[in-house]
């Protein structure tokens, strides 16, 4: 078991310096699994906010003129560093967000990845040059920054949500200000550390905390401030994206998920079973693309209900940092509360329990792996997302039937589909309306592909060749020659 001694208390980060906030304000932060307070988090006020956006006007100003060439050496240092320390991150990682030692150890190798694929998109920023009507005239098409950067990240993955929109700002030649989650502050502390060792220019990059609200009204409205990027809930960003909106500020935003799996009567049920119950419950359930309605063809359907429920009854919950655990606490209280009212609400409404449906104890966010069949669509579960170790398992007629389910709902981030057929995974790709769809594995959030969603899911992608357009401005240039 780790000592509280062995979690810092985390700084903020502004302008090459790391410090406490101006007025010295702390916030405790809490250990999921076993409630104990490990440390603290400077809390930053307008006065450090203010230095921070001036911080990052003149870093951008000087990392704007850094060749994609330096900028893509200075950002593979950074990927070094993350590596030689992954070991440390992934402890502290586990110790404030909850999630197996193991994952947190896969999730701090992979931020070293994206920041690798990063730096070298970093030199691939190309314009183009467009033939002109006339032999006296050139005209030029450029890509140039867009400015200081915005950035909101959640607590679920603190290292894999913060390091995709830092690396992109950075490779693109832009600054960014991060906005780090509170309640799992230290882990992206050090990916922010691992790019200042790495040796950016003070502004470059930014880390404050504090209170999210009164930390998006100012970033956002700050004139300085040219583009956003956030992570997190539908409701939230909705109201980010319609204050940006006020200030014609561009936006990125990756929102929630309510991920359907369409599971047809030739899929291989074995490995539908076991790639989706993997992604169903990693990280306990909270990741926003998330299996989350499974929707089953009756031939097949109590042969996939009984084989999940059995691997679900084969996690093993506990504290991450302990030999044996498969599946950590939920990250805070709120989550407990919300699986309870989940659950109840889906009882009542007539569904089915199969496995789990408790929390585990009273010391720590421990919850037990759930599956629950027959959820009539009036239940909350089946309409707002879970975020948590809920896996509601349906049948239906056929694959029309399953495409109307999986599109009844606003969001489209992410789906799955299982068959053997190509004519059926043919009208997976085409009829699912999502941002992402993932047929026969779970394929999703490669550093190489693009990673985002459709309608209340959000916009834009952070992820492939198509993330580092979101930093750049498109400048043309057309000169006649005398």
């Not at 320390?85 to 992934?90: D, G, L, V």
Request: hydrophobic share 40%; with cysteine; aromatic share 6%.
């Amino acid at each position: 078991m780790k000592s509280r001694s062995e979690y810092p208390d985390v700084l903020l980060h502004i302008n090459g310096r790391w410090r406490s906030a101006d007025d010295g304000r702390t916030l405790d932060v809490e250990n999921p699994a076993d409630h104990g307070t490990l440390g603290t988090v400077a809390h930053a006020g307008l006065s450090d906010l203010e230095t921070a956006v001036n911080a990052a006007h003149q870093g951008f100003c000087v990392w704007r003129t850094v060749s994609p060439f330096e900028r893509s050496r200075i950002m593979r240092r950074a990927a070094g560093n993350l590596r030689d320390r992954s070991e440390k991150i992934a402890t502290l990682m586990t110790l404030e967000e909850g999630k197996p030692l193991d994952e947190a150890r896969a999730e701090v190798m992979a931020g070293a990845d994206i920041i690798d694929w990063f730096a070298e998109e970093s030199r691939r920023s190309y314009g183009r040059i467009v033939p002109a009507r006339s032999v006296a005239v050139t005209q030029l098409v450029s890509k140039e920054p867009v400015g200081p950067v915005a950035a909101f990240t959640p607590w679920n993955f603190p290292i894999n949500q913060a390091v995709r929109k830092i690396s992109g700002a950075l490779a693109a030649g832009c600054s960014i200000i991060l906005k780090g989650p509170e309640e799992t502050p230290a882990s992206p502390a050090e990916l922010v550390r691992a790019f200042v060792d790495a040796g950016l220019p003070d502004g470059a990059l930014n880390l404050v905390y504090g209170t999210p609200s009164m930390i998006s009204d100012f970033l956002i409205a700050h004139p300085l401030i040219r583009k956003i990027s956030f992570t997190g809930s539908t409701a939230v960003g909705k109201e980010l994206a319609a204050l940006a909106g006020r200030h014609m500020k561009r936006t990125t935003m990756e929102l929630g998920g309510h991920a359907p799996v369409i599971v047809l009567e030739d899929a291989d049920i074995d490995l539908a079973v076991a790639s989706m119950s993997a992604a169903k419950f990693r990280n306990a359930g909270q990741i926003c693309v998330a299996p989350t309605r499974f929707l089953v063809e009756k031939a097949v359907y109590g042969q996939f209900l009984e084989k999940f429920v059995q691997v679900a009854e084969t996690i093993r919950p506990g504290n991450g940092l302990e030999k044996g655990s498969t599946m950590g606490p939920l990250a805070n209280r709120r989550r407990v509360e919300a699986m309870e009212n989940f659950i109840a609400d889906a009882i009542e409404h007539g569904a089915e329990l199969n496995a789990g449906g408790s929390r585990i104890g009273n010391a720590g966010n421990f919850f037990e792996p759930t599956v629950m069949s027959n959820i009539p669509i009036t239940a909350r579960a089946m309409n707002e997302e879970p975020f948590g170790p809920l896996a509601l398992i349906n049948v239906v007629s056929d694959l029309a039937s399953a495409l109307e389910e999986a599109n009844r709902l606003d969001y489209g981030l992410a789906a799955y589909g299982f068959t053997r057929s190509a004519a059926s995974s043919a009208k997976l790709a085409t009829g699912l309306r999502t941002g992402m769809v993932s047929i026969n594995h779970y394929g999703l959030a490669l550093p190489e592909t693009p990673f985002g969603g459709v309608q209340d899911s959000g916009n834009g992608t952070e992820g492939g060749a198509e993330a580092l357009e979101a930093y750049l401005n498109t400048k043309f240039v057309t000169q006649m020659h005398s």
